[in-house]
């Protein structure tokens, strides 16, 4: 064998030498491992796929400390305007008890202190009235309904049957007179004239005129408010009263509203010693205690304005009946007369 062939051989065994010193040592690592998992209790065979254990944690000793106090909420309080069955769950559904209604009936605000109270009409009947009267004023007498028409030329005075609006007996006045408010006194029809200044008494079955007396000023609304004194306005915050016979003053009172003059008062009506008033251009009722000049009452009648009137057709015309204690209620041109309850009078 040449040097060269034994250096080849010499070298083959000395890597051979190498790899059984290593093949030893893995064998005996891999002996120590296992020496070590019975040691633990654990089986080689199933040492990697080991079912955890049930042990449950060591229990922390207990903390030292003190209790953190929660921090308040940032959400705001629940509104009371929230629905109280929502908040429980349930749609409110048989909250109620059996026949009653789930919408609470309406109320009304009691006014502010130093107001009067504000009511509004509950209509009772509807009934036809003349589109061609522009009324002026309106009375209840043994069941009919007197009524004065306004305007030059047209201006007269009527009996009307209440249930159907027709007119059954009219009496013209001269052209130049525009007719204004009237009443009953003494058995007798009270008719104004406006700016004319004369007041023509009438018979209230006939219509026909019985005498004339004369006032200064504008004459608009007029009542009866007693034996001794009929109501008249003049179109300012100013009643004035009269005698019935002679028809002069007699006294006046300045009417106001929550301490404020109302002017333009118009038709009058006296029922039970109090003056109930149209306020010109508004939809408004008065009730006026005569003896200071105070407004009881405001009833707001916006509610019975027809559709489709023109400026000047606004509410005028006041009629009480005694026997139901309720008021027919009208206006210029209007093709309705209402029957109405205003409340206590």
């Known amino acids: 064998m040449t040097f060269g062939q034994r250096a080849a051989t010499a070298g083959s065994w000395g890597r051979l030498r190498v790899a059984a010193t290593y093949l030893s040592f893995a064998l ?36 030292t400390q003190p209790p953190t106090t929660p921090a308040p909420s940032t959400q705001p309080p629940p509104t009371d305007t929230a629905d ?8 409110g559904s048989g909250s109620q008890p059996d026949g009653a209604s789930a919408q609470a009936p309406p109320t009304t605000a009691a006014p502010p202190a130093g107001q009067v109270p504000v009511i509004t009409p509950v209509v009772i009947t509807t009934l036809p009235h003349d589109t061609a009267a522009f009324t002026q004023g309106l009375e209840l007498a043994d069941g009919i309904l007197l009524e004065s028409v306004g305007l030059r030329g047209q201006s007269a005075t009527r009996r009307v049957v209440v249930a159907t609006g027709e007119v059954s007996d ?34 209230p079955q006939t219509l026909q005129e019985l005498e ?16 001794n004194r009929i109501a008249m306005s003049d179109g300012s915050d100013l009643i004035t009263f009269r005698d019935p016979v002679t028809f002069e003053r007699v006294g006046e009172v300045a009417v106001t509203l929550d301490g404020e003059p109302l002017d333009r008062l118009n038709e009058l009506e006296c029922v039970n010693g ?31 304005v027809p559709e489709g009137l023109g400026t000047d057709d606004v509410l005028n015309g006041i009629a009480f009946n005694p026997e139901t204690a309720t008021f027919f209620l009208t206006g210029k041109r209007w093709p309705v007369l209402y029957e109405v309850d205003l409340g206590p009078v």
């Open 28 to 63: 005996f690592a891999s002996a120590c491992s296992s020496l070590d998992s019975y040691t633990d209790g654990a089986s080689p065979a199933t040492s990697t796929l080991a079912t955890p254990t049930t042990q449950s944690p060591p229990t922390p000793p207990p903390s």
């Open 84 to 91: 109280p069955s929502a908040a429980e769950g349930n749609s």
């Open 170 to 203: 009219s009496v013209s006045m001269e052209p130049e007179f525009f007719a204004a408010g009237l009443t009953v006194a003494n058995g007798a029809v009270y008719q104004l004239s406006w700016q004319a200044g004369v007041l023509i008494i009438s018979d």
């Open 212 to 227: 004339r007396r004369s006032y200064d000023g504008e004459g608009w609304g007029i009542c009866s408010l007693d034996e």
């Open 274 to 304: 109090n003056i109930w008033a149209n306020v010109w251009l508004t939809s408004n009722l008065v009730q006026i205690d005569p003896a200071t000049g105070q407004v009881l009452k405001r009833v707001d009648a916006s509610g019975l």
